[in-house]
């Protein structure tokens, strides 16, 4: 295995933005170069170990599932070689790790689509019988299925602070309403295509996050990473039962280690800096995103 990367340092290219796993870098006028470091973060903070293979893992199974939900709406992948435009001494920072994209015009607002009540869905609903203002029947358990998935859209946040659950009517403020019904509409039909798709391997798409912009001509586009686990909740279906969270094929491992993590004495409080990750923990993560890619792709 290559070492881990956790920032990349791309020097051939103008840095655009650097989040919380992915650097991207202008290529040209119209095109970016998405590289996907090992970083992970848990509660919004970046851990300071990489997790080795994980940049590689998440490109990957993004291209997987970009494939799987071809011809439902276009996405931003230009099909030009990553490798094509840094320099020789740059490659092993961007081999098997990046797409290569156009750029677009990105939507302000996250397409969350739920399948099942999980996270902050479920707080929403046991206040008050709805999420992101869709009423749902009474009775509804933690990780029960829905009668259908809904859209419950987000607002992005700036790194560090927490996305802002919204209603349909607010999505509709902030991207118009014609275009908050062709979000809506495609995200669960991407949403639904996935976990049908999912279930026949044993998995459980619980929820998943969308991302969307507009090329030069307006047209909506599938952007960003597309359901890995860093962006969707996978429970093992074997191991489903409602009434509460099944184990998942994501960061869950890592977030049990780090609500039982002490720093200096004290239990640590969710802000920077995180406590050091010992390598159990480093390897059991690891093992977690390798098992959802191959229980996928098998």
Known sequence: MTAALHTSSITSLPLIARGKVRENYAVGEDRILMIASDR???????????????????????????DKLDGIVPNHLTGDDPLSVVSDAEKDQVRDRAMLVKRLKPLPIEAVVR?????????????????????LPAGLQNASKLPQPIFTPATKAEMGDHDENIDFERCAQIIGRELAEQVRDIAIRLYQRAADYALTKGIII????????????GTLTLMDEVLTPDSSRYWPAESYAVGSNPPSYDKQFLRDWLEQATVDGQPWGKVAPAPTLPADVIANTAAKYQEALDRLTR
């Open 40 to 66: 992970i973060s848990a509660f919004d903070v970046i851990m300071s170990e990489p997790i080795p293979g994980k940049g590689a893992l998440l490109t990957k199974m993004a291209l997987f599932w970009f």
């Open 206 to 217: 619980a929820d998943t996050k969308f991302e969307f912009g507009l090329d030069a001509d």
């Open 115 to 135: 399948g099942y009540l999980a996270g902050s869905g479920w707080s929403e609903y046991k206040a008050g019988g709805k999420v992101c203002g869709v009423e």
